[in-house]
């Protein structure tokens, strides 16, 4: 079920981009010292809104960022407006015309810098670059990273496309783990009365279903649908043990993100 | 990776180079305990089997339900040996189609017509049509999470699926009558059929009986709105009842599907119904390359004669209940409560209180390395050839795999 109508296809990806993507600027805060230094002692927060509804808000401050789902674009101090969903994708993707329009802040020319230089070590970080690659957390944080917006992703799609609906609907509700054997990533998401949780490392309670990817590449592998997923499990690439069916479900959904954006 | 396991473990290493997820469909490691089972099977008789290291196994899985007599059943065998001596697959069908339809037509007692396939899909995906063609309806109803096979409309999980495959297909929840009728309400008129398999037995959940409401609001149903009933007995059939599961739970049927039993082990699945549907299912178009192959409709024939004079259903309730008594009594002893669900000779027991199924599935890995096979997360089934003292046997393993995931040390057996 691969045929998206246009529309929402557009819509789901500036989604998937302000609620899965941007929020991962938390987890480059957090483990890159290239990106610490480049913040420094630099404070401010910057919106990203699509028409009235959607917006997604970061703050950085004390050498962190933080995304908050709820944050009014009022509060932010540099406000970028994009007229529709297609010209903030093509903002994110790099294509074509998409200066978006800056409702507030245009004075803020520091932050903005400052922004754009993190943009583009997540960019470096999530692709690859040699630039970051002699990192030695260079693998755990790209890692990191991208199963960190895959995750995320995966709780839009459940709560705003159909067929991901249609996929966790019947299925049983529990607490998923995911870990990287050999890098010591882990990140927790959780089915419960029709709503996904997701957080960062070592959930509260036992996980009902535990799934280790042996190490970094197959874990990115898996998430850019990239591996033969039943082999890796039988040949102990991918460690699964617990209520298989959530982590089947889960699996699906995971499958259907790279449809729309390349974590 | 269980070291114990080697051989496997090469096996699907160089099957994962060639074949799409190494072993796929139900037999894949990922529907057991990766890494903690055998992947590969090498030679079995009676109610055993070898895997490629060399490990024997009492098996309560009978190759997920075709081995029903045992492995390597000698009379079924030479009754197929014997066709195949003189060709197999031939340009037209031979005489065995003709004789085991005339016995199911016998054996089943709302069965005027049989025709032959090969998987239980083959015959499920057949009467759904066959309920078109009579009615001129479109829909077909279905329990949710039941399996029925693995066409588009009914295949578990979404890879090549479209959504017009099942934007005719309707599902209500088992042994909820409101919710059937809620369906009714809403589309009654345009269902062709109602699908079912005799109990719920859901992989990853405990198998439920139906309740005589439930029974009778499908047959009310049935009857009221002009709705064919298919009941899919390929899982259960010839082990509840000879005549159909249907007998067993009192379900009123239009057409049944058999397969898994049928044969002991051979490729074959059957579909036969009413007579009123004769002319439809005449129109129904239905073949395979291998459809007319002699042997494992020779093998049926033998398989159903040896049932009947061994009073097989009996046998296998009557074991069923031994191996299900034995085991609770056994979780019991050793502190690890369990469950059992479904009937005697179809059994599903597993850890109670165990939502997440690491018990469970610590329980069948242990009882694996102390040869025996049970399944963690799907029912189990028994053959003819687990008799008393190989029930015996296979609960004496029980107890060795209880003791391990216990950690009780053996001395207190």
């Known amino acids: 079920m691969r045929e998206i109508e246009p529309l929402l296809y557009r819509k789901l990806k500036a989604r998937l981009y302000l609620r899965a993507v941007l929020p991962a600027f938390e987890d480059l805060l957090e483990k890159s010292e290239a990106a610490q230094e480049i913040l420094g002692e630099r404070k401010f927060s910057i919106c990203f809104q699509v028409g009235r509804q959607l917006k997604s808000v970061l703050f950085f401050e004390d050498g962190k960022c933080l995304w908050r789902p709820g944050a009014r674009a009022r509060d932010a101090d540099v406000l970028l407006h994009f007229l529709s969903e297609e010209q903030l994708n093509k903002e994110f993707e790099n294509k074509g015309f998409r200066l978006p329009l800056p409702l507030k802040g245009q004075t803020r020319a520091k932050d903005i810098s400052k922004f754009k230089s993190l943009s583009r070590l997540f960019e470096a970080y999530l692709r690859g670059d040699p630039a970051v690659a002699e ?28 067929i991901s609906g249609l996929i966790m609907k019947d299925t049983p509700e529990g607490l998923a783990y995911f870990s990287v054997g050999l890098d010591g990533y ?6 419960k009365g029709g709503q996904l949780l997701s957080g960062n490392g070592l959930p509260d309670r036992k996980s009902d279903v535990t799934i280790e990817f042996f190490d970094a590449d197959t874990a990115l ?43 | 990776m269980n070291a114990r396991y080697s051989k496997s473990k090469a096996l699907f290493a160089r099957a994962s180079e060639v074949i799409p997820g190494g072993i796929y469909g139900h037999s894949s490691p990922v529907m057991t305990v990766p890494g903690e089972f055998p992947y590969f099977a090498s030679k079995a008789k009676g109610c055993r089997y070898w895997d490629v290291d060399g490990y024997e196994y009492i098996d309560l899985m009978c190759g997920y339900g075709p081995i029903y007599l045992g492995y390597q059943n000698e009379e079924v065998n030479e009754a197929a040996a014997k066709i195949q001596r003189d060709g197999d697959c031939f340009n037209h069908p031979t005489e065995y189609s003709v004789q085991l339809a005339e016995k199911l037509t016998e054996l089943v007692d709302i069965a ?22 009579q009615t001129g309806r479109k829909r077909i109803a279905m329990a949710s999470h039941a399996y029925h096979g693995i066409a588009p409309w009914c295949v578990p999980g979404f890879g090549g699926v479209i959504a017009e495959d099942r934007s005719t297909f309707d599902k209500f929840y088992w042994n909820d009558p409101e919710s059937l009728d809620e369906l009714m309400a809403s589309s009654g008129e345009k269902l062709a059929a109602i699908i079912i398999t005799p109990f719920h037995h859901p992989a990853f959940g405990d198998s439920v009986l139906p309740t005589p409401e439930f029974v009778a609001a499908i047959n009310r149903i049935r009857n009221e709105y002009g709705i064919l009933l298919i009941i899919d007995d390929v899982r259960c059939g010839f082990r509840l009842n000879l005549g159909g599961s249907h007998r067993v ?132 089934f028994l053959s003819a050839a687990h008799t008393e003292p190989e029930i015996d046997e296979a609960l004496q393993r029980f107890d060795l795999a209880l003791c391990a995931v216990q950690r009780e040390p053996v001395s207190a057996l």
């Open chain 1, 221 to 263: 592998k898996v998430v850019g649908n990239q591996i033969d997923v039943m082999s890796a499990v039988g040949t102990g690439a991918i460690k699964l043990s617990g209520l298989i069916p959530l982590a089947d479900s889960l699996g699906y959904v995971f499958e259907r993100v790279p449809l729309y954006i390349k974590p």
């Open chain 2, 249 to 380: 739970f009192g379900y009123e049927p239009d057409l049944i599907c058999f397969s898994k039993a049928i044969a002991n082990g051979y490729p074959l699945s059957a579909c036969v119904g009413r007579s009123s549907l004769k002319v439809a299912a005449s129109k129904t178009f239905l073949t395979g390359s291998f459809w007319n192959s002699a042997s494992s409709l020779a093998a049926a024939l033998k398989t159903i004669e040896i049932a009947e004079r061994d009073n097989v259903v009996e046998a296998l309730e009557e074991q069923g209940n031994r191996l299900i008594e034995g085991m609770l009594e056994l979780g019991q002893k050793r502190e690890l409560p369990l469950q059992s669900s479904g009937p005697a000779a179809i059994p599903y027991i597993r850890v109670a209180d165990d939502h997440s199924f690491h018990k469970q599935q610590a329980l069948c890995a242990a009882a694996a390395e102390k040869g025996l096979f049970l399944h963690p997360h799907h029912n189990w």
């Open chain 2, 112 to 133: 005027d017509w049989a025709v032959f396939g090969k998987n239980g899909s083959d015959m499920t995906s057949w009467a759904v049509r066959v309920a078109r063609e």
């Open chain 1, 135 to 162: 990192d030695p957390k260079f693998r755990s944080l790209q890692v990191g990273i991208q199963l960190g917006i895959a995750l995320r992703a995966t709780k839009v799609l459940v709560e705003h496309e159909e």
């Open chain 1, 186 to 191: 882990g990140a927790w998401v959780e089915w």
